[in-house]
């Protein structure tokens, strides 16, 4: 049995390593930041590893060697000289109006302020008293400065919804960072992390000698765990998570990728599992969604119903990488911010054209993301989705019985939001998705044959399940389609067995009408 220490909700470098915490060593990827650069912007999602980071640059331009005892920093590094740093975490606050954001900022400045014995004068401009502490630490210590700003943008995401808050806030933040660039001849190193590219809220106006390293291949591993790190340090700790769940180790292994890995942050980047979610699960031995447990925002759930958007445009989005990067005052795309939040990640890209395909990355991602649709547009209906879930479980999950199980989507529909997208096809197809999707099935849409495209397979363990949807047409139809097509014949080697399902949609009962399995061949 394992007896390590997950960093679960420790963010500090200092506290990871004193504490004997689990530490997946990026020391060597820091050092090559640090030293390769002066101006530098990361962003990651949340709980991805940003602040650990930064706490590690801290320590190492602090000096502090004793820190990085058996890490790759320790050899790196040779001089260990000691600079001034001056970490602002503006994530500290919550910012719902400005008392909140100035309240913040003059906690973070008067510290510094006090460090430097400079008289905190509040009737100054933010960037007045930044740019005092800088020269103040230079002049004192006679070393350059590191400013290190984590997760710069909290403030804009916080007042997503209030436009004019936001705009307010956003003239205060660029005005509060403006003395980076001016300061350049006192600053050894410049570090702000976000989950927002800098771009996309307009608040990097005057510094625009920033280098952002976000989808940069040599960083894509900066945060989070890539597959290589798992295989290599968590062995011990997959066996237990096996041994306690009664499955394999290959099984357990599956799982997690299945659960939890998909993440790529760049067109040709490492193979990245979501940090968070594998530390609970590995500290609890439990396969659950922790990542999602703190919700979506509900501005990026109104802006997909405004732009059209379901959850099978979302599972296949081409763009190209000036998508994210275009300036504006007001987010109008939502999916730049859903990559840079981390529901959406690379799944493909095409170095000759510059296009990426863009998709969920996991099932935690995919299900906790139907979840927040369904929460968002009928929060009375958790009942019903509880049930449908219990009914995938001992349907699909237990029994193989596909048909009790549309039985129950047949309920199911007539209490779920038709609010998404119209009322055709491609709308019944979105709502099945999503439904299987929040149950937490294996389902993929679109799926491509030798001889076309399968509207939705779903899979179990035992179990592949074959669906081709019709609207206005019958069972029947559907089923003829995968029997010409041969669809099954792309899942031969499978092992699995496989169901047949045709499902005709009805206009005017807006729900399921009929549909028929084989080799049940049971007809409703």
């Known amino acids: 049995m394992k007896n390590r220490k997950y960093p679960l909700g420790i963010q500090t470098f200092e506290n990871i390593i004193k504490g004997q915490y689990v530490y997946v060593d990026k020391t060597a990827l820091a050092y090559e930041l640090a030293n390769e650069n002066k101006y530098c912007f990361l962003s990651r999602p949340r709980r991805f590893g940003k602040s650990l980071l930064v706490t590690t640059l801290q320590a190492y331009f602090e000096g502090r060697k004793e820190l990085f005892g058996g890490l790759a920093m320790e050899k790196l590094e040779t001089e260990w000289n000691e600079h001034p740093v001056i970490h ?14 100035h309240a913040t900022l003059n906690s973070m400045l008067v510290g510094y302020e006090t460090k430097y014995s400079l008289n905190a ?19 004192q210590t006679g070393k350059e400065v590191v400013v290190l700003i984590d997760e710069y943008d909290a403030p804009m995401h916080d007042s997503m919804k209030d436009k004019d808050l936001q705009r307010q806030i956003r003239d205060i933040m660029r005005n509060f960072i403006s003395p980076l660039k001016g300061e350049e001849k006192y600053l050894r190193f410049v570090f702000l992390t976000g989950i927002s590219k800098f771009s996309q809220l307009s608040i990097f106006s005057e510094l625009n000698n920033i280098t952002n390293i976000s989808m940069q291949d040599k960083y894509s591993a900066i945060c989070g765990v890539s597959e290589n790190e798992l295989l290599s340090l968590f062995k011990d700790d997959i066996r237990d998570l096996a041994e306690n769940n009664d499955m394999t180790y290959d099984e357990a292994l599956a799982e997690l990728k299945h659960h939890y890995d998909g993440y790529h942050f ?54 190209t990488a000036d998508r994210f990067d275009t300036p504006t005052e007001n987010i109008t795309d939502p999916v730049p911010v859903l990559y840079q939040s981390g529901y959406l990640t690379i799944k493909g890209y095409n170095r000759k ?35 449908l879930y219990a009914a995938y479980y001992n349907c699909l999950v237990e029994h193989d019985d596909m048909d009790t199980f549309i039985s129950h989507l047949q309920t199911f529909y007539k209490k779920f939001p038709y609010t998404l997208v119209n009322n055709n096809e491609r709308h019944y197809q979105a709502v099945l998705y999503t439904c299987l999707l929040m149950v937490g099935a294996d389902v993929r849409a679109e799926v491509p044959t030798a001889d076309g495209r399968i509207d939705m397979v779903v899979y179990t363990k035992t179990s592949i399940y074959i669906l081709e949807l019709k609207y206005e047409q019958s069972a029947d139809v559907a089923m003829e389609q995968i029997n010409k097509k041969d669809y099954a014949a792309a899942f031969a080697g499978d092992g699995r067995k496989i169901y047949k399902v045709g499902i005709n949609f009805s206009a005017d009962r807006r729900n399921i009408e009929s549909w028929t399995t084989y080799p049940s061949s049971t007809v409703r």
Request: aromatic fraction near 16%.
């Open 88 to 101: 602002l975490d503006i994530s500290k606050g919550k910012f719902y109006d400005l008392t909140s954001l």
């Open 121 to 139: 004068e509040f009737s100054k401009a933010y960037n007045v008293r930044l740019q005092n502490i800088i020269e103040a630490a230079y002049a």
């Open 266 to 319: 760049s067109g040709n980047g490492e193979d990245i599992y979501n940090p968070y979610s594998l530390f609970c699960t590995l500290d609890s031995n439990d396969f659950g969604d922790y990542w999602f447990s703190t919700g979506t925002p509900t501005f990026l759930i109104e802006l997909l119903q405004e732009k059209h958007l379901d959850m099978l445009d979302l599972d296949d989005i081409i763009a």
């Open 353 to 387: 054209s510059k296009i990426f395909k863009l998709g969920f990355p996991n099932s935690e991602v995919k299900q906790g993301f139907s979840n927040s649709l369904f929460r968002y547009y009928a929060p009375d209906n958790m009942g019903d989705k509880d049930a």
